[in-house]
């Protein structure tokens, strides 16, 4: 069965750098595009990112551009998010999930991990 | 605010027949399709509709979606208590190259 597994979440500083993985299990990870999405706490869910599934494109939240970087390594089925000069707003569960397809701008996410927590506090 | 609008709370009684609206513009759900998502308290979100109107497997018939023009609903017939929980739209946005997500409707079984 389809299994995504984040980590690497914990506490941050307010501009350190920090690098989420997601490692998925169960399905052939180069046929479908990999998002990231968050949640504040009582909040909302945020999409953050997107990359397709042979990694030729990617978009961004609003909230992140120019900041987050997505990436992928489909020999090693490894999702990431390269989080750089994070803001205590950064501060949220980070999901990763499977998309239904292998681009990103139509199917959505269907299959979720069960997420990492990010703090960003001095 | 979000880009997709859903009334924040919705709530009915067991057996009820409950619908919740999500509401966008050209640039997304007026022109892909919409998902919507179910997140009970303390879990991940689970797909529960995609393409409108279809269902992955496992998610029972009791859920249906709907589309009309730039809106969007999800249907939930024979209520029961487990289906007490937040549920989100989502679709592509052509104008921000990206996805948009409902702000949520906290659905309560009276």
């Known amino acids: 069965q389809v299994q995504l597994v984040e980590s690497g979440g914990g506490v941050v500083q307010p501009g350190r750098s920090l690098r989420l993985s997601c490692a998925a299990s169960?399905?052939?990870?180069?046929?479908?595009?990999m998002h990231w999405v968050r949640q504040v706490s009582g909040k909302g869910l945020e999409w953050v990112a997107v990359?397709?599934?042979?990694?030729?494109?990617?978009y961004y939240g609003d909230s992140v551009k120019g900041r987050f970087t997505i990436s992928r390594d489909n020999s090693k089925n490894m999702l990431y998010l390269q989080m750089n000069s994070p803001r205590v707003e950064d501060t949220a569960i980070y999901y990763c999930?499977?998309?239904?397809?292998?681009?990103?701008?139509?199917?959505?996410?269907?299959?979720w991990g069960q997420g990492t927590l990010v703090t960003v506090s001095s | 605010q979000s880009v997709l609008t859903q009334p924040p709370s919705a709530s009915g009684t067991p057996g009820q027949r409950v619908t919740i609206s999500c509401s966008g513009s050209?640039?997304?759900?007026?022109?892909?399709?919409v998902n919507w998502y179910q997140q009970l308290p303390a879990t991940a979100p689970k797909l529960l509709i995609y393409?409108?109107?279809e269902r992955p497997s496992g998610v029972p018939d009791r859920f249906s979606g709907s589309k009309s023009g730039t809106s969007a609903s999800l249907a939930i017939s024979g209520l029961q208590s487990e289906d007490e929980a937040d549920y989100y739209c989502?679709?592509?946005?052509?104008?921000?190259?990206?996805?948009?997500f409902g702000g949520g409707t906290k659905l309560t079984v009276l």
């Open positions: 999930a499977r998309d239904i397809a292998a681009a990103g701008n139509g199917g959505g996410a269907e299959f």
């Open positions: 169960g399905f052939t990870f180069s046929n479908f595009a």
């Open positions: 990359m397709w599934h042979d990694g030729s494109n990617e």
């Open positions: 050209g640039s997304n759900i007026g022109d892909t399709s």
């Open positions: 393409s409108n109107n």
């Open positions: 989502a679709a592509w946005d052509h104008s921000l190259a990206g996805w948009v």
